[in-house]
């Protein structure tokens, strides 16, 4: 009995033969200020909403009429790696990357992107996050992916979720580097339906942190559906010559 080596004639001809299709790839939609750089703090190693906007894209609470404006100084705080290590205030989570990440203030920020909204496609929303060392607050943050022609509020949102036992604290002894490496990344997804009241419009996302919580590096992707690969019905390899040879 001869045996070849079938299985590489079988992958070959399958690639060949288009049976394993990619049907979708995702692509990023740009953000601005994506890892709140945008605005170097001063020395002092902070800086509050009234003096980052509108340098920084993300604006304020978006609640209030008519939605999406700069209306006032509510928002969570930059802060920097220095500030992060000060033993006179609460250990902060280090920036994951670059030099600077952001803190909760219980307020809204959020952006408006360049992007609109299209049928049968899915997009996902994600941020980093780590709560800080003492955890003697509120801790948490919520998500969301909004309309932008439509005021912004948690009810009227297209997609949100509140994360919470998810997000790990800095631990006490952790270095800098171990804090780098102790973010974790959340994620929420709204899949946009034919006929859907938001499609031609801009893709908003938002974010609340609570005051324990940080954030750092959000992204926006966008995909098709369905985002698999196809399989197809495997009994067709008998048409490509591939049976084992006794």
Do not use: C, K, M
């Given at each position: 009995m001869k045996v070849t080596r079938w299985w590489k004639k079988l992958s070959a001809a399958i690639v060949a033969a288009g049976i394993w299709v990619p049907s979708a790839y995702a692509i990023n939609i740009p953000l601005g200020d994506p890892s709140f750089e945008a605005y170097v703090v001063p020395s002092?190693?902070?800086?509050?909403?009234?003096?980052?906007?509108?340098?920084?894209?993300?604006?304020?609470?978006?609640?209030?009429?008519?939605?999406?404006?700069?209306?006032?100084?509510?928002?969570?705080?930059?802060?920097?790696?220095?500030?992060?290590?000060?033993?006179?205030?609460t250990k902060r989570p280090s920036p994951r990357t670059g030099n600077q990440a952001m803190h909760g203030l219980v307020n809204y920020n959020a952006q408006e992107t360049s992007a609109v909204f299209e049928a049968g496609k899915t997009y996902t929303f994600s941020i980093w996050a780590q709560n800080d060392v003492d955890l003697n607050e509120t801790n948490g943050l919520f998500m969301y992916?909004?309309?932008?022609?439509?005021?912004?509020?948690?009810?009227?949102s297209l997609t949100s979720?509140?994360?919470?036992t998810e997000i790990p604290a800095r631990g006490a002894a952790m270095s800098d580097v171990q804090?780098?490496?102790?973010?974790?990344k959340l994620s929420i997804q709204h899949f946009v339906a034919a006929g859907a009241p938001e499609i031609g419009h801009p893709v908003g996302v938002g974010f609340f942190a609570r005051k324990d919580s940080a954030v750092d590096d959000a992204s926006l992707d966008v995909v098709p559906e369905p985002a698999t690969l196809i399989l197809v019905g495997m009994s067709g390899l008998s048409l490509l010559g591939l049976r084992r040879r006794r």
């Open positions: 002092i190693g902070y800086a509050y909403s009234n003096e980052y906007r509108p340098t920084s894209a993300w604006v304020d609470d978006l609640d209030s009429p008519p939605g999406y404006t700069q209306d006032d100084g509510h928002s969570a705080w930059l802060y920097n790696a220095v500030y992060a290590e000060s033993t006179t205030f992916i909004f309309d932008g022609n439509v005021p912004f509020s948690d009810a009227n979720h509140l994360f919470t804090s780098q490496a102790n973010w974790v």
